[in-house]
């Protein structure tokens, strides 16, 4: 079965300084989607950044970035520049694959994210 | 992004009662929506899979005659809570999946807050 596993419950960094997210999963499919999503105190579940796996280049959305690791199974996210408003709940994502073209999600147990000023 | 409605946003009732989260895809047609159930400071949990008309899947655990899901249109979703009880309590948040499922997005409505008194 799948899994994800975030093992930081809690990371705190200072604005304007760069903090890495880790997140670690189990599969035996070799093509798959992985994901971090963003849920802010408003509780509405944001997409940060995707990565598709046969894609070895890392993904990258502004200061957001992964560092894919598909050997090891590793998935983690840095966050650059770390502003105010990226304090959130961030959950790492696996997608699986379901019957007749569907797909869900499976997440990691979620890293609450603060930011100092 | 495409967006993707919760109502209520919260909502309060008795013991007993039961109580209809609606889900809706506001600009496109939504193929499978998922319903999660999210407890405080925890991860979301997958309750069930449905699919624009025909009966839902669910979780392993999950009680359906309890929680009825219904997806009688491609936009529209809905779940309902049936002789809710306190430990129904929580946050139950939705997502769609349109057609073009390979993009790999789902994407997620504001989320509903149910206390039952």
């Known amino acids: 079965a799948q899994t994800v596993t975030q093992s930081q419950p809690e990371m705190s960094v200072q604005e304007a300084e760069t903090v890495t997210l880790s997140c670690t999963y189990d599969?035996?499919?070799?093509?798959?989607?992985l994901f971090w999503y963003k849920q802010p105190p408003s509780r509405q579940m944001i997409l940060v950044i995707r990565?598709?796996?046969?894609?070895?280049q890392n993904a990258t959305e502004n200061r957001f970035s992964v560092n894919f690791q598909k050997a090891a199974k590793s998935f983690s996210l840095k966050i650059s520049d770390s502003q105010l408003g990226d304090a959130a709940m961030y959950f790492c994502?696996?997608?699986?694959?379901?019957?007749?073209?569907?797909?869900?999600?499976?997440f990691g147990q979620g890293t609450r994210l603060t930011i100092n000023p | 992004g495409a967006v993707v409605s919760q109502h209520p946003s919260w909502v309060i009732c008795k013991s007993g009662t039961s109580v209809k989260i609606e889900c809706r895809s506001l600009?496109?047609?939504?193929?499978?929506m998922f319903w999660y159930r999210q407890f405080p400071k925890q991860s979301l949990m997958l309750m069930a899979t449905?699919?624009?008309?025909?009966?839902?899947?669910?979780e392993q655990g999950v009680e359906k005659d309890k929680f009825l899901i219904n997806h009688a249109s491609l936009t529209l979703s809905t779940l309902t809570v049936t002789s809710a009880h306190p430990e129904d309590s929580s946050f139950y948040i939705c997502?769609?999946?349109?057609?073009?499922?390979?993009?790999?997005?789902?994407?997620f409505g504001e989320g509903s807050r149910l206390t039952v008194l």
């Open positions: 600009d496109f047609q939504a193929t499978t």
């Open positions: 449905s699919n624009e008309g025909s009966k839902a899947t669910y």
């Open positions: 997502s769609a999946q349109s057609k073009d499922w390979y993009t790999g997005e789902l994407f």
């Open positions: 599969t035996s499919e070799s093509d798959y989607y």
């Open positions: 990565q598709e796996a046969y894609k070895q």
């Open positions: 994502a696996y997608r699986i694959y379901i019957i007749q073209g569907a797909q869900k999600l499976v």
